[in-house]
T-cell receptor
Framework: GEDVEQSLFLSVREGDSSVINCTYT??????LYWYKQEPGAGLQLLTY?????DMKQDQRLTVLLNKKDKHLSLRIADTQTGDSAIYFC?????????FGSGTRLLVRP | KAGVTQTPRYLIKTRGQQVTLSCSPI?????VSWYQQTPGQGLQFLFE???????NKGNFPGRFSGRQFSNSRSEMNVSTLELGDSALYLC????????????FGPGTRLTVL
């Protein structure tokens, strides 16, 4: 079935690294995505990874993909207060995205 | 390039009414998808349109419908509103392909009283 899982909450200190984890179910997913949602806003695409890659780095963001375990993670280096938001991982299905429940990241000064 | 725009941004309706939400995709994007976001159910896929044809539909009752126009703009309609339809409705657009990246609009916040 379709079920993307994420932990609900993560709290880190400003300047530390944040790691948000996600497990997905469909091994045929071609792309996996990370979106960010700030209060009252829509979803902002942060980054994505093609399923034949193990890692992708984009400035402060690092995505790791373990296809065997169907595990995806997003690492944010030097986390800032502006990074406080909800982070969603998503896998592509048939003309749709299947989202996890979102991880609320709180960055403490 | 302008992003995805959605109108209206906020809407208050009463039970039994109907509502129409509008979405204008990024210029050049021909696919539009709709999602419903609620605290209880999270983000759920409603439907996807490409070249005025619905390519996929989520598990929602028939009260939820949509359409796409020749200029790729899309509307979704909810008839006989229920309290549980209160949600943030998000529209996303992409160029065309199933694996093309989707870009989201700011959403329409619907409150049903």
């Amino acid at each position: 079935g379709e079920d993307v899982e994420q932990s609900l909450f993560l709290s880190v200190r400003e300047g530390d690294s944040s790691v948000i984890n996600c497990t997905y179910t469909d091994s045929s997913s071609t792309y996996l995505y990370w979106y960010k949602q700030e209060p009252g806003a829509g979803l902002q695409l942060l980054t994505y990874i093609f399923s034949n890659m193990d890692m992708k780095q984009d400035q402060r963001l690092t995505v790791l993909l373990n296809k065997k375990d169907k595990h995806l993670s997003l690492r944010i280096a030097d986390t800032q207060t502006g990074d406080s938001a909800i982070y969603f991982c998503a896998e592509n299905g048939s003309y749709k995205l299947i989202f996890g429940s979102g991880t609320r990241l709180l960055v403490r000064p | 390039k302008a992003g995805v725009t959605q109108t209206p941004r906020y809407l208050i309706k009463t039970r039994g009414q109907q509502v129409t939400l509008s979405c204008s995709p990024i210029s050049g994007h021909r696919s539009v998808s709709w999602y419903q976001q609620t605290p209880g159910q999270g983000l759920q896929f409603l439907f996807e349109y490409f070249s005025e044809t619905q390519r996929n539909k989520g598990n929602f009752p028939g009260r939820f419908s949509g359409r796409q126009f020749s200029n790729s703009r899309s509307e979704m309609n909810v008839s006989t509103l229920e309290l549980g339809d209160s949600a943030l409705y998000l529209c996303a657009s992409r160029t065309a392909g199933d694996t093309d990246t989707q870009y989201f609009g700011p959403g329409t916040r619907l409150t049903v009283l």
